[in-house]
């Protein structure tokens, strides 16, 4: 395997843009081992698309796929993303 992995900070920036709140802090479940994760705590494999996969069992957690008109995101490995309430939000 020679992607070039880098952690979930990497793709937080992006993800943020989607969903409008911290990424790096947010949890999410790995849906194989059950472990909870911060996403920054993930690895990230860039090759075609982002993969980041669970820092434990190496599960596929979510899917980026992006060009210039559209953002697709897949989250077939996670089975729970937990992030902060609009009341706690700075
Ligand atoms: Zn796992």
Redesign the pocket.
């Known amino acids: 395997m020679d992607e070039l992995m880098l952690d979930g900070n990497a793709v937080a920036g992006m993800l943020q843009e989607v969903f409008a709140v911290e990424m790096t802090t947010a949890m999410g479940t790995?849906g194989?081992?059950?472990?909870a994760d911060p996403v920054g705590a993930m690895h990230v494999y860039r090759g075609a698309g982002v993969v980041m996969r669970?820092p434990?069992?190496?599960?596929a957690l979510v899917t980026i796929v992006k060009d210039e008109a559209r953002m697709v995101i897949g989250f077939q490995g996670v089975r729970t993303l937990q992030v902060a309430a609009p009341e706690t939000r700075g």
């Open positions: 790995c194989g081992c059950g472990a669970c434990h069992c190496d599960n």
